[in-house]
């Protein structure tokens, strides 16, 4: 058998380095702003005090220190009567001095009771708990509200993204070859 020579051929592929690094994302979420405004409600009362009226004068009138010109009319409208009265008792005591021939000391009797008994003139009103009249006006209130409010102003503050590129270097490690490896020929035949 005869062997044919055969050409030998090695190969060796290209091989690359790569040498990266990622890149870097930075987001950042600013909150968002607020802004409140408040308007405080207001609240306004406006009052005039309160009359209370007090009328003493009965009172005063049963205290016997009523108005003049009232204690002069009451004195004016009894002195008739009064008169009258006066003018009886000293019939009564002139009726009592001529019955003397009946006995007693009429005198002595008349004496002791002008002694005890004196006339009192009543010009004083009537004597009441209810001689005091109160009367009471209540004051007016003027009461005005006005609301208050509140405002609220939002604004979105948009994402801060910011971005650092990473690095890519590529670069041979090996380049591609070819070896061819002729055969030994043998010349002897």
């Known amino acids: 058998m005869i062997s044919m020579p055969q050409i030998q051929i090695h190969q060796e592929y290209a091989r690359l380095g790569i040498d990266a690094d990622l890149g870097t994302l930075d987001i950042k979420q600013p909150r968002a702003t607020f802004e409140i405004t ?20 009965k009172a005063w009138d049963a205290l016997g220190h009523g108005p003049a010109l ?58 009441s708990m209810d001689n005091v009249d109160l009367n009471y006006v209540p004051a007016t209130v003027d009461v005005r509200f006005q609301e208050g409010s509140t405002h609220l102003n939002t604004h979105p503050n948009a994402p801060e993204i910011n971005y650092n590129r990473g690095k890519l270097d590529i670069y041979m490690l090996q380049y591609p070859k070819i070896e061819i490896t002729p055969p030994q020929i043998n010349i002897k035949m």
């Open 38 to 57: 408040t308007e405080r409600p207001k609240l306004e009362v406006h009052s005039e005090q309160g009359v209370l009226y007090i009328d003493s004068s």
């Open 70 to 127: 009232q204690t002069m009319s009451k004195i004016y409208s009894r002195a008739h009567e009064v008169a009258l009265q006066g003018i009886a008792k000293i019939v009564e005591d002139g009726n009592r001095l001529a019955a003397i021939h009946l006995g007693g000391n009429a005198i002595a009797q008349i004496s002791k009771e002008k002694g005890a008994d004196f006339f009192e003139f009543e010009f004083m009103g009537e004597a």
